[in-house]
């Protein structure tokens, strides 16, 4: 079983940024099966744009645009890509990297689908960083990959699962019912609570109140959608549950800091430097 070093990643490699003890990579996967491998270091996978499947010895992921994993080092996996264009961003922390800090990588076993929204516009302003690449960004790549590791290692994201049964379900119900006609009376009657105690309990297991969820719920649908040349920002507007486009804009630059059209230029590497 082959094992691939540092910056190393089946396909075309766009970009490569080595930071001390971090290196990243953004690269086109051109290949339609990857036989079983493992990496040198850590690291995270965001798929950037189109799909690919991945399986370890556990699990099987299918991950669309918008997908993160993180992969403890040594993991064997395989990789099976669709028909299509698929791009991925890598994010890899050599083991010494870890030596320097508070952090028990042991408690990252295997591989891990990560969902929680805060950490992917994390790993979105990780990678908005890689295309900016003005004078600060080392140390700008370095902070937020600090942040993600102690959002990840943080006690009450390493036991989610054994979260109320109300959590998963309220996350389900917004994943697919994300409109501006949600609200918290409908909420609270389907998942059998009190309004009073979902609004107050929602903000101790997701660390915002509900609407700013729903905003960030509807900003990361976008991401993933805005790769996707082929859907105008009006069609993406109102996918993503947004009553206009220019909602829409105001709202998805509150929360990313840039346009949706400058991010749909970020994608495509004609992002301009500041």
Not at 83 to 95: A, C, P, S
Not at 104 to 109: G, H, S
Not at 180 to 207: C, I
Request: proline share 3%.
């Amino acid at each position: 079983m082959k094992q691939l070093q540092t910056g190393e990643f089946y396909g075309q490699t766009n970009q490569t940024i080595h930071l001390e003890g971090i290196t990243l990579t953004d690269t086109e996967y051109n290949l339609d099966r990857v036989d079983w491998h493992y990496h040198e270091n850590p690291y995270f996978t965001f798929i950037l744009q189109g799909n690919v499947i991945e399986g370890n010895k556990k699990e099987i992921y299918n991950c669309a645009a918008g997908s993160l994993l993180f992969h403890n080092w040594q993991d064997p996996h395989y990789n099976i890509k669709p028909k299509g264009f698929t791009r991925g961003f890598h994010i890899e922390l050599q083991n010494h990297w870890f030596d320097q800090l508070d952090f028990n990588i042991d408690n990252l076993q295997g591989s891990v689908k990560i969902v929680d929204i805060d950490i992917k516009f994390l790993i979105y302003n990780i990678f908005k960083e890689t295309k900016l690449g003005d004078t600060i960004t080392s140390l700008a790549i370095e902070t937020l990959v600090l942040k993600t590791l102690v959002k990840m290692f943080d006690k009450s994201y390493i036991d989610a699962d054994k979260n109320p049964l109300w959590v998963h379900k309220v996350k389900e119900i917004l994943f697919y019912e994300c409109t501006d006609r949600l609200n918290l009376n409908y909420l609270a009657q389907t998942l059998g609570m009190h309004p009073v105690h979902l609004s107050r309990d929602f903000s101790k297991y997701f660390h915002c109140n509900l609407g700013e969820y729903l905003r960030k719920l509807k900003v990361e649908k976008a991401y993933a959608l805005l790769a996707e040349n082929n859907l105008s920002l009006t069609e993406i507007a109102y996918g993503c549950g947004f009553s206009d486009q220019s909602h829409f804009n105001r709202c998805f630059k509150s929360i990313s800091g840039i346009s949706p059209n400058n991010f749909r230029k970020m994608i495509a590497n004609k992002f301009p430097s500041c």
